[in-house]
């Protein structure tokens, strides 16, 4: 009988292994995918098997998916064949990590910092270069954009050479804060006062401001599924997964919320 189980345990431990690396868990869905198999909606923290049929109800419909062994995956109707068949230690995201990454020692050029699809997360603090827009009393940056078709003016704040921008200051109109903020457009304004005012355009920006517990809930599982990888590795895949579904974000800001609000430092 020893015999018998001793021989039985190998072929046990490879089903739990092949089991482990062929099961993937949902980060993100955006559209509508559903498991053929019991029709259950993909949706986050969602566990399928690898060789599941999944049919996507709405055909640019996408999901991030993660296994531990195998890493990140962004899925679509179009790759999924290619999906369920791979059988390569590691399927490479579809996506390009993409952070606007500044040292909090070196001056940051607004109009590459602010481009595009921009998110806010919760705090930005950004070193100005102050030879080109030197920050006083009179002398500022703003950002400005159209809410209930009304145009909203919010003067920065700033310590010495270094702005700092806050998520609940910028989207508190008339004393509450935006709930659900959808705004298409917002343009960061240089202002100097004095006899004339004089205001020069920096730049214009989409900002993105993700839901608070919806993104945690996201980042978690990829913090969850790469527990044995390093610091810089989890941090890449979180940045390119926000890229691929929010936008880009500045790194510094992120490293901060990841720690602050996840718990994930070096």
């Known amino acids: 009988m020893k015999n018998k189980l001793f021989l039985m345990l190998p072929v046990f431990l490879y089903v739990h292994l092949t089991s482990a690396q062929d099961l993937f868990t949902v980060i993100k869905v955006s559209g509508n995918i559903v498991i053929e198999r019991t029709g259950s ?12 049929n999944l049919v996507f109800k709405v055909p640019d419909s996408r999901a ?72 006083t009393d009179k002398e500022f940056l ?18 010495s050479d270094t702005l700092v921008i806050k998520r609940n200051e910028l989207l508190t109109v008339g004393g509450r ?7 298409d457009q917002m343009k960061l304004i ?16 989409t900002p993105v401001f993700p839901d608070p ?15 044995i990888k390093t610091y810089q590795e989890k941090l890449n895949e979180i940045s390119a997964f926000i890229e691929e579904f929010y936008g880009t974000v500045d790194e510094n800001s992120l490293k901060k919320w990841l720690e602050k609000y996840l718990g994930l430092k070096q």
Do not use: W
């Open 177 to 183: 804060e935006i709930a659900d903020p959808k705004i």
């Open 213 to 227: 517990g919806t993104i945690s809930a996201e980042i978690a599982v990829i913090i969850e599924k790469m527990s």
């Open 190 to 205: 240089y202002l100097k006062e004095g006899e004339q005012y004089k205001s020069t355009p920096v730049c214009s920006f």
């Open 64 to 135: 991030a998916v993660i296994n531990p062994q195998r890493g990140r995956f962004l899925l679509t109707s179009e790759n999924l064949t290619e999906f369920k068949s791979s059988k390569s230690v590691f399927l490479p995201s579809a996506g390009k990590i993409s952070t606007r990454a500044y040292s909090m020692n070196s001056k940051s050029n607004l109009k590459d910092l602010f481009e595009g699809d921009f998110v806010i997360l919760n705090e930005l603090k950004i070193i100005v270069d102050t030879t080109l827009y030197p920050l």
């Open 41 to 52: 909606q993909l949706g986050i923290g969602t566990a399928f098997l690898q060789n599941e």
């Open 142 to 159: 703003y950002i400005s954009y159209e809410y209930n078709n009304k145009t909203v003016n919010k003067k920065l704040a700033f310590h």
